[in-house]
């Protein structure tokens, strides 16, 4: 277990439909980044956050939003749903530089299926 | 221009030998840090190693070690004795902290045989 969790697991949705997908970091996180993995990709940097702020953005689309909260916890919101947003979406979070948690951890991802 | 370069798309290698996964990276931040993570089918990313830039010596963690070669900007992760369970996808990726990115590489679909 990363410690970090994200609901859903699973999503299955109609096209030009709207989502919420929600990521909690490991405890004492303030980074927390969005990926998202199409069938047979490698990961695509989304955006990243940093203590409430956006700290960097990939290639985030238009129709695709995020945030994150006072509590750290962060959202990814994707509307105008296509067929090809169909993928995995992960949330990763990680600690400052100069911890020992170096490291990014990432959740278990949510699948996201447009159909 | 990619950061991250995983030039095996693919590899096949026999049960209990060694393997290398080769990495190279591309960044003019002096200070930064190198990841591998193992995607298995069910998709989840599971972390595998940390090199800092900074780090003298290689990392190593368990049956995984990384073969760092900072003139060369590289870093190879190394699986001792390889078992059937890693068969797997392998990303490396680079923390560059000047902008605290974390960029990918397009990966290595590992197949062990039996």
């Known amino acids: 277990d990363s410690g970090v969790t994200q609901t859903p697991k699973h999503l299955i949705t109609a096209t030009g439909q709207r989502v919420t997908l929600r990521c909690s970091p490991r405890?004492?996180?303030?980074?927390v980044y969005w990926y998202q993995q199409s069938l047979d990709q490698g990961l695509q940097f989304l955006i990243q956050y940093y203590n409430g702020e956006e700290r960097a953005k990939g290639n985030i689309l238009e129709r695709f939003s995020a945030q994150q909260f006072p509590d750290l916890h962060s959202e990814l919101n994707l509307s105008s749903l296509e067929l090809g947003d169909s993928a995995l979406y992960f949330c990763a979070s990680s600690g400052l530089r100069t911890d020992s948690g170096n490291t990014i951890y990432f959740g278990e991802g949510s699948w996201l299926t447009v159909v | 221009a990619q950061k991250i370069t995983q030039t095996q798309p693919g590899m096949f290698v026999q049960e209990k030998e060694a393997v290398t996964l080769d990495c190279t990276y591309d960044?003019?931040?002096?200070?930064?840090?190198l990841f591998w993570y193992k995607q298995p089918s069910s998709g989840e990313m599971i972390f595998l190693i940390y090199?800092?830039?900074?780090?003298?010596q290689n990392a190593t963690e368990g049956r995984y070690s990384l073969n760092f070669q900072k003139a060369r900007k590289s870093a190879n992760l190394v699986i001792s004795a390889s078992q059937l369970g890693d068969s797997a996808m392998y990303f490396c990726?680079?923390?560059?902290?000047?902008?605290?990115?974390?960029?990918f590489g397009k990966g290595t679909r590992l197949h062990i045989l039996p």
């Open positions: 960044t003019s931040d002096p200070s930064y840090g």
């Open positions: 090199q800092g830039s900074y780090d003298q």
């Open positions: 990726a680079m923390r560059e902290y000047r902008d605290d990115k974390i960029i």
């Open positions: 405890s004492g996180d303030l980074s």
